[in-house]
């Protein structure tokens, strides 16, 4: 099983401010690493496929990069409804498994 | 519009069964993977595995093989995820989530459906 491994687990952010969040995976995933958003008592959505791919509807301000094991997600002129869980999903092996976790609090 | 829909929330005592539903409408449900995803109390998010409702093909994650159970009934386009008994550790919101057949990401998702157990 591929452990996915982000951080940091939470971070206390301004707005405007630039964000990165990392996903270390345990093994190479081949790009098929996506990255969603889950606001308290929401569905995730999705904001970024295959590492860098932006999703349809998704505002321009993130965007995702890596490949093989180390990948990243930026949040550029962060907004407070930007505040939010993120967590990094690989589909690239069976079990598909999901990042722990990382949690953006808007001062 | 491309959605899933789940069934509402249960409340279930420690040692009964459970199904819960996942309809979708706007696609053709046969052609694409159905995921199942839980999500314990102010946890993240666990890949419990996925079905195919074209012909029920599944593959669970090794944590809840045997732990539950993945159908589909193809004629009304939904997915169902079933416990045998039921355990307060599976107090959890259960999110089921189409699987794109291109790249494996996971949209839509349904809207969650909280299951508790407690006697």
């Known amino acids: 099983e591929i452990v996915l491994t982000q951080s940091p687990d939470f971070q206390s952010v301004t707005p405007k401010q630039k964000v990165t969040i990392t996903c270390r995976a345990s093994?190479?995933?081949?790009?098929?690493l996506h990255w969603y958003q889950q606001k308290p008592d929401q569905s995730p959505k999705l904001l970024i496929k295959y590492a860098s791919q932006s999703f349809s509807g998704v505002p321009s301000r993130f965007s995702g990069s890596g490949s093989g094991t180390d990948y990243t997600l930026t949040i550029n002129s962060l907004e407070a409804e930007d505040a939010a869980t993120y967590y990094c999903?690989?589909?690239?092996?069976?079990?598909?498994?999901f990042g722990q976790g990382t949690k953006l609090e808007i001062k | 519009e491309v959605q899933l829909v789940q069934s509402g929330a249960e409340v279930k005592k420690p040692g009964e069964s459970l199904n819960i539903s996942c309809k979708g409408s706007?696609?053709?449900?046969?052609?694409?993977?159905i995921a199942w995803v839980r999500q314990l109390p102010g946890k993240g998010l666990e890949w419990m595995g996925i079905?195919?409702?074209?012909?029920?093909?599944?593959r669970y994650s090794p944590s809840f093989r045997g732990q539950v159970t993945f159908s589909a009934d193809k004629s009304i386009d939904t997915a169902y995820l079933q416990w045998n008994s039921l355990k307060a550790s599976d107090t959890a919101i259960y999110y089921c989530a189409r699987r794109d057949d291109g790249g494996g990401w996971f949209d839509p998702w349904g809207q969650g459906t909280l299951v508790t157990v407690s006697s």
């Open positions: 999903h690989q589909t690239g092996s069976l079990p598909y498994t």
């Open positions: 079905i195919f409702p074209g012909n029920s093909d599944t």
């Open positions: 093994q190479s995933v081949g790009s098929a």
């Open positions: 706007g696609f053709q449900f046969t052609n694409y993977w």
